[in-house]
């Protein structure tokens, strides 16, 4: 009986490496996050905090009234993309001294080509779930 135990463990082994158990092929996704201002230009500069490529969140500020950035994300890496906008009263440039609750960030995000999620407010945030069937909106 101890003689049939190892072959039947290699061919076991066999068959689990070559039928693929390790989960579902990735799925790449081409996403992009735009932020922009609506109504009065009261802010100089927008703040974004986004997921990149690698699933980590980062920031960044542009001192202009939109921003754009694209990336390539893969699934199952990376399985929320999420976009969080904000913007800064700049008291150093004349003629932005308005009220600043006449200004709102448009927050997006665009999977391959398509808008799945918009909010717009003070600080809108943006969350779309990958799966390998397909992105879905949600809050993440």
């Known amino acids: 009986m101890r003689c049939l135990a190892f072959p039947a463990a290699v061919v076991t082994a066999f068959v689990l490496a070559v039928s693929g158990c390790g989960g ?4 790449s996704y081409q996403v992009r996050y735009d932020l ?3 109504g009065d230009r009261a802010f100089a500069d927008i703040s974004a905090y986004y997921t990149q490529d690698t699933g ?3 920031g960044v500020t542009e001192f202009a009234a ?3 950035h694209e990336v390539t994300v893969r699934h199952p890496d ?7 906008g904000s913007f800064r009263f ?8 308005t009220n600043p609750l006449l200004s709102k960030i ?5 999977i391959d080509g398509k808008l799945l999620v918009e909010r717009t407010g003070q600080n809108p945030s943006c969350a779309v779930r990958l799966t390998e069937t ?3 909106p949600g809050v993440g």
């Open 106 to 110: 448009r927050c997006q995000i665009h």
């Open 56 to 58: 980590f969140e980062t």
């Open 66 to 68: 939109s921003w754009t």
């Open 24 to 27: 579902p092929d990735p799925v």
């Open 36 to 38: 922009n201002m609506v």
């Open 90 to 97: 700049d008291t150093d440039v004349p003629g932005t001294h």
């Open 78 to 84: 990376v399985e929320w993309v999420r976009l969080i």
């Open 134 to 136: 397909g992105p879905t």
